[in-house]
Nanobody, 117 residues
Framework: QVQLVESGGGLVQAGGSLRLSCAAS????????MGWYRQAPGKQRELVAR???????NYASSVKGRFTISRDNTRNTVTLQMNSLKPEDTAVYYC???????????WGQGTQVTVSS
């Protein structure tokens, strides 16, 4: 139905920046919300940021002011610009898309972000 492919993870020093990208493809009906979640070892998956078709955004309090989410509705892509990275941002980051036409949430395969101190 819908496939999500992420790119842009990697290793960076504290204070550095990374940019994550995610592209949706397949039989897309109507993706309303796209977002990024993360899961650190031994912890539950948590919301990082999400954005609606109308560009309304939500951010986790821990990333506000450092991360920026953006979206291209025509291309079904979402980007997460991460600045002033901290070691506690280390996690596997997952792209998420909610297709209201299919009535399903879709997940990418995950991309590792590692921030060294």
């Amino acid at each position: 139905q819908v496939q999500l492919v992420e790119s842009g993870g990697g290793l960076v020093q504290a204070g550095g920046s990374l940019r994550l990208s995610c592209a949706a493809s397949g039989t897309i009906v109507s993706i309303r919300t796209m977002g990024w979640y993360r899961q650190a070892p031994g912890k539950q998956r948590e919301l990082v940021a999400r954005i609606t078709t109308g560009s309304s955004t939500n951010y986790a309090s821990s990333v506000k002011g450092r991360f920026t989410i953006s979206r291209d509705n025509t291309r079904n892509t979402v980007t997460l610009q991460m600045n002033s990275l901290k070691p506690e941002d280390t996690a596997v980051y997952y792209c998420n898309a909610n297709d209201v036409g299919w009535g399903q949430n879709y997940w990418g395969q995950g991309t590792q972000v590692t921030v060294s101190s």
